[in-house]
């Protein structure tokens, strides 16, 4: 079993920066990617990429390069994601997640686990 | 903009089946059996109700089932209940991409 505990709300001014943690526990030597994904409010999941927690290697898709950096630190088993020059329609949930329980391919679409998310909301 | 197109929303008296509808592509859900569901209550993080198409992790309940047709995976959730009543996301993984539904709200009427 793993826990992904993130960090708490946050409220920027437009054109901040934010950073959100993920801190994962329990059989952590079971993941494989640590994977970021965002809801607005009343809105679907949409995706942000993932990042290989043995070597650091990141994904991300093309509407989000340049604009997120996802980090890795081993030495606390925390994940971050940094969002930059934030706008208020970036004001969302922010969820980590992890999978790749089942099959080598689970770990890119089948996410077992969760963290609760962090309210992000950018406001003038 | 969402790769995959769910029904916005879909109702059903307890006890009753309700299908929940995925529209992908011929890149996708059309060419590979990697579809996830995810239940997500108010408030909640979502949770893994089904991952290859039709496979349900441990605990996970046997009213739940999967199917595919051509670019098109649905949900199948049987003898409704009061706690069915939540968000249902889809998901699919192809070329380097991880791609959710647009969701679905499930009420229990």
């Known amino acids: 079993q793993v826990q992904l505990v993130q960090s708490g709300p946050e409220f920027k001014r437009p054109g901040a920066s934010v950073k959100v943690s993920c801190k994962a526990s329990?059989?952590?030597?079971?993941?494989?990617?640590i994977h970021w994904m965002r809801q607005a409010p009343g809105q679907g999941l949409e995706w942000m990429g993932w990042?290989?927690?043995?070597?650091?290697?990141?994904n991300y898709p093309q509407n989000f390069q340049g604009l997120i950096t996802f980090t890795w630190d081993t030495s606390v088993s925390t994940a971050f994601l940094e969002l930059s020059s934030q706008m208020p329609d970036d004001t969302a949930f922010y969820f980590c997640?992890?999978?790749?329980?089942?099959?080598?391919?689970?770990?890119?679409?089948?996410?077992?686990?969760w963290g609760k998310g962090t309210l992000v909301t950018v406001s003038s | 903009q969402s790769a995959l197109t769910q029904p916005a929303s879909v109702s059903g008296s307890p006890g009753q089946s309700i299908t929940i509808s995925c529209t992908g592509t011929?890149?996708?859900?059309?060419?590979?059996?990697?579809v996830s569901w995810y239940r997500q209550r108010p408030g909640e993080a979502p949770k893994l109700i089904l991952y290859?198409?039709?496979k349900r992790p441990s605990g996970v309940s046997d009213r739940f089932s999967g199917s595919k047709s051509g670019n098109t995976a649905s949900l199948t959730i049987s003898g409704l209940q009061a706690e069915d009543e939540a968000d249902y996301h889809c998901?699919?993984?192809?070329?380097?991409?991880?791609?959710f539904g647009t969701g679905t709200k499930v009420t229990v009427l």
């Open positions: 997640a992890s999978g790749g329980l089942y099959d080598f391919w689970t770990r890119y679409y089948a996410f077992d686990y």
């Open positions: 329990g059989t952590t030597n079971t993941m494989y990617y």
């Open positions: 990042i290989d927690t043995n070597n650091g290697d990141t």
């Open positions: 011929t890149r996708n859900i059309g060419t590979y059996n990697l």
């Open positions: 290859e198409v039709n």
């Open positions: 998901c699919t993984y192809a070329g380097s991409t991880t791609s």
